[in-house]
């Protein structure tokens, strides 16, 4: 079983937390390009639309009589044949979300810890108490744990008031609750820093979550 440092805000070790094999065992890459896909969709608007037949301004009167006239035969202005007319099986507002099983997503999140740790980009803060709010005092906080570009930050505490005002105006910087994070936001922001009650709340659950693994034959 792999372990972590704990540290502070200050950089100074308080101590190291137990990283459970069944969620940062292994990285399957197939997992976290279906899961980063499925996340996308689900974010497209889907607005997008065009005018038929039935929508184009103009009058539906038939222009010329059908035949003896020698030009070709036509029935509306409206026509998508003409200039200004509907467009024919054009693009309609419509939801692209699309449903994803829990299973594949736990196990996306599993491979998206594993990668973080891997590349030496996840750490742990013992917490984030904060006494005021400063800004600049969280960017120097950052500074000092070694982050140099895009941080999620993950906190465990249901309300933390200091915390939510001082990272808002961090650039780059992302602040959400470990319920919240989707395997996209692991592979977005550059540097993952979980306190210690969040990352063992959301160990906890994807340890419960893990396939069984099967016990070894002898």
């Known amino acids: 079983m ?15 937390l137990e990283l459970a094999d069944e969620v940062f065992g292994g ?30 301004s103009g009058a539906g009167k038939k222009l010329w009589k059908q035949k003896g006239t020698g030009r070709a035969r036509v029935g509306s202005i409206r026509s998508p044949l003409w200039r200004h007319g509907g467009t024919v099986h054009g693009p309609q507002p419509h939801s692209y979300d699309y449903q994803f099983p829990r299973k594949k997503l736990f196990g996306a999140l599993r491979s998206a810890l594993a990668a973080k740790l891997a590349d030496g980009k996840l ?55 470990g319920n919240q994070v989707h395997p996209y936001h692991l592979l977005r922001y550059d540097a993952a820093i979980f306190s210690r009650p969040a990352l063992e709340k959301l160990q906890d659950s994807l340890k419960a979550t893990a396939p069984k693994r099967k016990a070894e034959v002898a």
């Open 27 to 56: 990285i399957n890459e197939d997992l976290l390009w279906e899961a980063v896909k499925h996340y996308r969709s689900a974010q497209r608007a889907g607005t997008h639309a065009t005018k038929n037949k039935k929508l184009v």
């Open 123 to 177: 750490m742990v803060v013992d917490n984030f108490d904060l006494g005021e709010v400063k800004t600049k005092a969280f960017r120097k906080a950052l500074d000092t744990l070694g982050v140099e570009k895009t941080a999620l930050v993950i906190d465990g505490s249901k309300e933390n008031r200091n915390l939510a005002l001082s990272t808002r105006n961090v650039a780059g910087v992302k602040l959400m609750a």
């Open 2 to 16: 792999a372990k972590i440092d704990v540290t502070d805000l200050k950089g100074k070790k308080v101590g190291t």
